[in-house]
């Protein structure tokens, strides 16, 4: 039985990588990498430094396959980010069964952790809903921008007895922040969402490559910190031509 395994590998330090991945790799005959073809490409860097500083045997393979581009034309996200999960579920599918020999093992390599804001969990579900080719999966957890963020902050992202949500620029910048919780971690915002929040007393621990040689960190009272953080989320993105951000709002303990 052909096996694949959907591996975590951290958020950017590439010390960031378990025991468990590492073992895992070392099984693997071909590592399946999307590439999205622009500047990005230095996360396949890494996927590739990786590779060879912990796989011992050089007898792997890798693959690279260009990421299918979202249908710009369907207008609601939730159908678009649908009908690209098929699209992606149609690429892993013609990989697997072209690249994997009965008994062969392949990987995917997923930032982060598979848990987390990635589709790849999915589109494997989506192939096996298909049923065209049949394979075993494992799912190796790693560690998440969240986790990275709160240790490089040197922060607990919840107060004592508290609850943490997570959740997105987009849904941000649409609802405000959750009434109900007292923390909000919010990833994948290309628009600086919270510069509409400025007039609320909260906190915010703000992290851009975090784990990596460009990393930036700032925090501080969202309204005084605010514009320095757009300002230099600004910049990093225009001088890196990518930019990957997360951050942490705290608000006050009410005692
Ligand atoms: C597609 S999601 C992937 C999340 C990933 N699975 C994880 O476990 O962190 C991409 C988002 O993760 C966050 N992210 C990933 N790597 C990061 C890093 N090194 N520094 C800061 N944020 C990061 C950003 O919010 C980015 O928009």
């Known amino acids: 039985m052909r096996k694949l395994y959907i591996i975590g590998i951290g958020a ?25 073809g622009d500047a990005k490409s230095d996360l396949v860097r890494l996927r590739k430094e990786i590779c ?29 980010v649908e009908a690209w999960h098929q699209q992606r579920a149609i690429v892993y599918e ?19 952790d598979p848990s987390l804001y990635d589709s790849t969990l999915r589109v494997i579900n989506h192939v096996i809903e298909r049923g065209k080719v049949s394979f075993d999966y494992e799912v190796i957890p790693g560690i998440t921008s969240v986790q990275a963020l709160a240790a490089r902050h040197k922060i607990v992202l919840n107060g004592i007895g508290e609850s943490v949500c ?11 922040l959750p009434v109900d919780t007292e923390n909000v971690v919010v990833m994948l915002d290309g628009n600086s969402s919270f510069k509409g929040l400025t007039d609320q007393d909260v906190t915010i621990y703000w992290g851009a490559y975090v784990g990596t040689e460009k990393e930036i960190l700032l925090s501080g009272k969202l309204g ?18 990518w930019i990957m951000d997360t951050y942490l709002i705290k608000k006050p303990v009410l005692v």
Not at 225 to 241: F, P
Request: hydrophobic share 35%; proline share 3%; with cysteine.
């Open 12 to 36: 950017g330090d590439p010390e960031q990588i378990t025991v468990q991945a590492i073992r895992a790799m070392n099984t693997v005959d071909v590592f399946f990498f999307m590439n999205k």
């Open 52 to 80: 060879e500083r912990y796989i011992d045997q050089r007898t792997y393979r890798i693959v690279e396959v260009t990421d299918p581009e979202r249908d710009p034309s369907i207008a609601s996200y939730a159908v678009r």
């Open 94 to 112: 013609e990989l697997i069964e072209r690249e994997l020999g009965e008994g062969d093992c392949g990987a995917v390599l997923v930032w982060g």
């Open 166 to 176: 997570i959740t997105t620029g987009r849904q941000l910048a649409a609802g405000g």
């Open 224 to 241: 005084e910190v605010a514009e320095i953080i757009e300002r230099t989320r600004r910049e990093a993105r225009t001088s890196n031509g």
